[in-house]
């Protein structure tokens, strides 16, 4: 079943060290250069997805705090919960043995300055196995592949997160027809339980960037 649920601009410095460190570990970068080339491909990217490259360069940054204030606080919460950011709306997806640990996840990245909503999907559960972990894994795969080759879907525009079989979606959508294609090729990956989106429609989006 579908649900749809509807600051100041950091310093330049910040802002580089922040895509630095965001992007490090999606392009497994552990030297200088590696992080640097990561930073530059990611703002390649930004560049080209409807939020812009201003408010995707202040995404990278509030996940680059998140990160950081998990890290600090406690391991567990870094390792286990993955924080997506899309014009400072918070996805929070992953797998906890406790109730604590959830809210604890919740309650930093609420702290993080530029975050105006947070999305709790945490689950928590001691029944996740490293055989969930890849199905998930395989399930994201597949979809991502699914919207890249479908030239009626802007797929730059969609992040999208798997655990435990229930597939996340963020995003802008360019109208909702978009939305159907997207979410009818999700239904149709094998292993999919269920589909939670977050995607906003574009003109929304643009009605809200001109009342601001």
């Known amino acids: 079943m579908n649900q749809i649920r509807q600051q100041p601009q950091p310093a330049r410095a910040l802002t580089i060290v922040a895509l630095m460190m965001a992007t490090a570990s999606v392009f497994g970068a552990c030297t200088p ?49 993955t924080a997506r ?34 999305l709790n999907e945490i689950d928590v559960s001691d029944k996740s196995d490293l055989l969930d972990a890849t199905r998930d894994a395989w399930v994201t795969t597949q979809l991502r592949i699914k919207l890249t080759v479908d030239d009626k879907i802007k797929a730059i525009n969609y992040a999208i ?15 909702s027809r978009e939305i159907e294609r997207v979410t009818g090729h999700a239904r149709n990956v094998k ?22």
């Open 33 to 81: 250069m590696g992080a640097a080339t990561g930073a530059a491909a990611t703002a390649g990217t930004m560049s080209e997805q409807e939020r812009g490259f201003k408010t995707g360069v202040q995404d990278a940054v509030i996940l680059a705090r998140i990160n950081q204030k998990w890290l600090e606080y406690d391991f567990n919460i870094f390792t286990k919960i």
């Open 85 to 118: 950011v899309m014009e400072g709306r918070v996805l929070l997806t992953g797998t906890v043995s406790k109730t604590g640990t959830r809210i604890d996840a919740v309650r930093l990245a609420w702290q993080v300055e530029g975050v105006n909503e947070v």
């Open 161 to 175: 997160y798997t655990v435990n079989g229930i597939v996340y979606l963020m995003g802008i959508a360019q109208d």
């Open 191 to 212: 292993y999919v339980r269920q589909i939670v989106s977050y995607v906003r429609l574009k003109n929304e989006v643009d009605v809200k960037a001109d009342s601001t």
